[in-house]
């Protein structure tokens, strides 16, 4: 999912200076719209968790993420590219307090340091591939291609992350080493 998510932080400022022709300050506003999200979000975590439980909230994040990059893709002024970056914020603490919650939840407590280390080093790792990929997209097409790119991307990992979590919660638990 990371490899669809973060690439937007690159994409933003073409999107406001080629499309919006938006000088710094908005590019700025811009790409400060999903950390106003992310604050915003962080109080109904836990209310959402609840209501939709680990799996569900994390399918709810990602989805929600890839919503607001097309959302951006279709913007047609900079406060509607705003405000979808603020929704696509919302749903980042979603995603990454029930990720870390799952993980918890379903990994022997001998193997977690372990676990956590090779997830988050490849959540690294799929940022610096989403950075890399987004640059030549952009320069080969335009922002809001790249847009529908990352946000398209995003809904197909949602849909594949749902699928392999209901078939994991089939699966019965294998005891720990």
Known sequence: MVLFSAPDDLILPFLATLTFWAGPVAVGV???????????GLPFVGP????????????????IMATGNLLTAAAPWLSAAVAAQVLRGLAIPLADSHVTTYLQRTTPPGMLGRVLANVYGG???????????????VDATSPRTAFVLVGCGGLAGAAVTAVLLRKARRQPATPAP
């Open 30 to 40: 811009l790409l400060a719209a999903a950390s106003a999200g992310l604050l915003a």
């Open 48 to 63: 959402a968790g609840r209501r939709l439980g680990v799996t569900g909230a994390i399918v709810a994040g990602f989805a």
């Open 123 to 137: 959540v690294g790792v799929a940022a610096a591939a989403g950075y890399l990929l987004a640059g030549p997209v």
